[in-house]
């Protein structure tokens, strides 16, 4: 079993659509969750992190945690086109220098 | 700020033959990581510095790969010999260290192996 589970995808979605994006993991000891964005032939970019159990919001996202059934959620509201891009959730037991476990990517197109 | 500096963007070489990458990153950032990804995958670490001594390689294929940090600042990661399956995205990353939450990522070199 994969400590991060990540559905790949595609996800297509018309522009205004509420899109759910997730992630399960098996390692009871992470502590810090984290949503990159990855445009195409780019470096993935952080979004937003959350720590522990929680909602976290900023501007149309919206992050989730649910640290009893591992389970973690990123939403994006009133989608756009320019969301279109691979999002990846990671994983970290620590802040700092800790490192980050990856999930394999969503990729999501937004349809004008 | 300048972000993480790497080169070059793109490289094509045949099996067998051996190829390096460059990272410049954050001015300041004490920590540096090389990922590796893979078309359709998450990144991977492979090996993390700390300054300019290694705190993780335990991803790192030791027979063919091979990463440096002089002067804890510059960075160069090497594979000799390429396989195919060593076609992937290299990325480096830097933080500044404790209590910072996510890296700051390069654009990456996509290496293809042919």
């Known amino acids: 079993q994969k400590e991060v589970e990540q559905d790949p995808g595609p996800l297509s979605v018309p522009e205004g659509a509420i899109v759910s994006l997730n992630c399960t993991y098996s390692?009871?000891?992470?502590?810090?969750f984290m949503w990159y964005r990855q445009y195409s032939r780019k470096g993935p970019e952080l979004l937003m992190y959350?720590?522990?159990?929680g909602n976290k919001e900023d501007g149309r996202f919206t992050a989730q945690v649910d640290k009893s059934s591992k389970y973690i959620s990123l939403f994006i509201r009133d989608s756009q086109p320019s969301d279109s891009a691979t999002y990846l959730c990671?994983?970290?037991?620590?802040?700092?220098?800790?490192?980050?476990?990856f999930g394999t990517g969503t990729r999501l197109k937004v349809l004008a | 700020e300048a972000g993480v500096a790497q080169s070059p963007r793109y490289k094509i070489i045949e099996k067998r033959q051996s190829v390096a990458f460059w990272c410049n990153p954050i001015?300041?950032?004490?920590?540096l990581y090389w990922y590796q990804q893979i078309l359709g995958q998450g990144p991977k670490l492979l090996i993390q510095f700390q300054n300019n001594g290694v705190v993780d390689d335990s991803q790192l294929p030791k027979d063919r790969f091979s990463a440096e940090r002089l002067k804890g600042v510059d960075s160069t990661l090497k594979i000799q010999p390429a396989k195919l399956e060593d076609s992937a995205v290299y990325l480096c990353?830097?933080?500044?260290?404790?209590?910072?939450?996510?890296?700051?990522f390069g654009s990456g070199t996509r290496l293809t192996v042919v």
């Open positions: 990671a994983m970290s037991e620590a802040s700092g220098t800790y490192k980050y476990i």
């Open positions: 390692n009871s000891a992470f502590q810090y």
């Open positions: 959350t720590y522990s159990s």
């Open positions: 990353a830097s933080t500044q260290g404790a209590g910072v939450v996510g890296y700051t």
């Open positions: 001015s300041g950032h004490a920590t």
